[in-house]
């Protein structure tokens, strides 16, 4: 017989139950036979020994049953079980005692018999278990490939387990599930039994010799993950996660499709509740242009788009190179979606109006926008040119050509600016609010929102890159907070802020905590399996012209009120003279046109007023900067 189909069978209730079943009488003539010093028995003797099996067998049978001896595997056979078969078989020979002193058909019997039935069938049951155990645990393990334990006994456990088991693509042996629910526990899935809660996870990787954790809680929030991942690191063995629930959602990911934990997962929140069908009544069927569709923020945008029906797709995109790869990415997974791919910047008039006029966009994202904070403090005149004039231009073609709808992506450094970046972001906030006042076809609606993580220029692939180097990482200040949200969620509520807006509006995505950048740096070296500041260094190199230790999401004088989605608020916008605007943005595209900073600087602060003058300036004071030995630059944020 084949020997892994034969322990297959062994482990089915019926065949555990019919080897216990045969040790009880087993381990009662055996007490006779240690009685005896192992002489036959007696013809007089037989009748009380087998008066006493009639008592023994169905004594010890519902005793069994009731300790729950059947309800564990024998693969997973533990101190519990030990636990339970003691308890058992010591009330089974209490009874036997019992019987042995009162039923007068039964006081023949030797009063060492029943103690030695307790030992020997103490043994009898619960040896073969272990064995098994050792068996296949240590010596004679039937598959090869690494062991594994899962972490969450739900749909998304059960469907990972199954895979594994099914296929055998990595020959992955699962062993063991762990989860949280009480409910859950003791129970089995596809005959893999949930051992305990997460906190087990370093217990059960040492006493099950566990080669990898892979994580199926696709829906568990930041916290949830950050817990679980400290745990899973104290394990010491590899650990890899299901995708997110947004991605299996989406079809973007598979269940048995395993990935590394990313920081995402532990800076993320909790997964956004969307009204998908008031989204897709909002965009489907809708041609809709898109600026900066390269882009981090332009690319996943895209993405999302096409999948909520879009009818067509324009994008416009300054960079070659990033306007072939969202084309050929969107090609490929929407075959069937019209894509129009526009290589222009927002800054010149006559291709964005031509753009414009042949497509007709019923809803235009302006995401295009130069976003590096320290860059764009020496770089005053290419930020006006871009983040402000640029809007300007593109929201004017929106009009002219009789879009629905403009949504300008904004920032929370527009807030109390400091920097230059921050500043030409709220002049782009100023124009679009006080253009939609006047009357327009386009309703002009603002979304509002802190860092995205994995952005291009953006902390996390810095961070990535300098641990990859070796280190060390880089931060400004050990203090310094920060919003951060997934880039998909920021297009989720940007498109849902979209469908909101009426005209006019400043919407402000709730980004729940901040958090500390030398926490993101900590928890991303420890992603690499690192140590931080034993294999990583992190150096605090100052904050620097710009920057501010946190940032905020609205003005004090915004008013903010709730909307009908509970992760976006809704910010009392501030008029501005239409007059006087226009005006200012004409003085700031002359001077643009001569090339003269300090006038676009003076512009700029009579546009935003809470804009600080000292820290826009574009030489830093020496006193400010601290440089490194291994000239890495810190982390933008």
Not at 15 to 39: E, N, R, S, Y
Not at 276 to 302: H, Q
Not at 561 to 587: M, P, Y
Not at 590 to 604: K, V
Request: proline residues 5%.
């Amino acid at each position: 017989m084949n020997v892994g189909k034969f322990l297959q069978r062994l482990r089915t209730r019926t065949t555990v139950f019919v080897h216990d079943l045969v040790m009880i009488p087993v381990a009662w003539l055996a007490a006779f036979f240690l009685q005896l010093d192992f002489q036959p028995i007696s013809s007089g003797d037989l009748s009380y020994v087998v008066g006493g099996l009639l008592v023994v067998l169905p004594l010890q049978v519902s005793l069994f049953w009731y300790y729950g001896l059947y309800r564990g595997v024998w693969r997973f056979a533990s101190l519990p079980d030990m636990i339970r078969i003691v308890k058992a078989v010591g009330i089974g020979t209490l009874g036997v005692m019992a019987a042995v002193a009162f039923v007068p058909t039964l006081q023949e019997v030797p009063r060492a018999v029943p103690v030695l039935y307790g030992v020997l069938l103490v043994a009898l049951v619960s040896g073969p278990r272990f064995l098994y155990r050792w068996f296949k645990d240590h010596h004679f393990r039937l598959e090869a490939g690494p062991r594994v334990l899962i972490v969450g006994a739900g749909r998304a456990g059960e469907m990972l387990a199954r895979e594994l088991l099914r296929t055998r693509e990595g020959n992955y042996q699962p062993i063991a599930f762990v989860d949280d629910d009480l409910r859950k526990r003791g129970k089995e899935l596809q005959g893999i039994r949930v051992l305990g809660p997460v906190d087990r996870i370093p217990g059960l990787v040492q006493e099950l010799w566990i080669d990898l954790i892979m994580l199926a809680v696709p829906s568990a929030s930041a916290a949830q993950m950050r817990r679980i991942v400290e745990i899973c690191e104290r394990a010491g063995v590899p650990f890899r996660s299901v995708p997110r629930l947004e991605d299996l959602i989406t079809g973007r990911g598979a269940i048995q499709q395993l990935r590394e934990i990313a920081i995402e997962d532990l800076l993320g929140r909790d997964p956004v509740a969307l009204n998908r069908d008031e989204i897709r009544g909002g965009l489907s069927g809708r041609v809709i242009l898109v600026t900066g569709a390269g882009g981090s923020i332009g690319t996943e945008l895209c993405r999302q788009l096409a999948r909520y029906g879009a009818r067509s797709l324009v994008l416009v995109e300054n960079s070659e190179y990033n306007l072939y790869r969202v084309g050929l990415e969107l090609r490929q997974e929407f075959p069937h979606l019209e894509i129009h791919e526009h290589l222009c910047d927002v800054r010149d008039p006559v291709a964005v109006d031509r753009i414009m006029s042949r497509n007709r966009p019923q809803v235009v994202f302006h995401a295009a926008a130069y976003k590096h904070v320290p860059m764009l403090q020496g770089q005053l005149r290419e930020a006006v040119a871009n983040n402000v004039l640029g809007t300007r231009v593109v929201a004017e073609a929106a009009e002219r050509c009789g879009a629905e709808k403009f949504v300008l992506i904004s920032t929370d450094k527009a807030v109390n600016p400091v920097n230059v970046m921050g500043a030409t972001k709220r002049a782009a906030e100023i124009f679009c609010q006080n253009f939609g006042r006047q009357r327009r076809t386009t309703r002009f609606i603002t979304v509002r929102f802190g860092n995205v993580l994995g952005s291009a220029g953006s902390v996390v692939p810095l961070f990535r890159q300098q641990i990859e180097s070796g280190g060390p990482v880089t931060v400004t200040h050990p203090e310094m907070l920060r919003y951060f949200m997934t880039i998909s969620e920021a297009c989720q509520l940007i498109m849902q802020a979209s469908v909101l807006g009426r005209g006019g509006e400043i919407y402000v995505l709730d980004m729940g905590e901040p958090i500390k950048i030398r926490y993101l740096a900590e928890q991303m070296i420890r992603l690499a399996g690192k140590e931080p500041g034993k294999d990583i260094r992190i150096v605090y190199t100052g904050m620097r012209p710009g920057e501010k230790l946190n940032e905020e999401l609205f003005h004090e004088k915004e008013r903010l009120t709730g909307t009908s989605h509970n992760k976006i608020l809704l910010s009392s916008s501030r008029e501005f003279d239409w007059e006087a605007l226009n005006v200012l943005l004409d003085e700031m595209a002359e001077a643009c046109g001569a090339y003269d900073e300090e006038r676009l600087l003076q512009l700029l602060c009579t546009l935003v007023p809470e804009f600080d003058v000292q820290a826009a300036s574009p030489s830093p004071s020496p006193a400010r900067v601290i440089t490194l030995g291994s000239g890495r630059q810190p982390a933008d944020a």
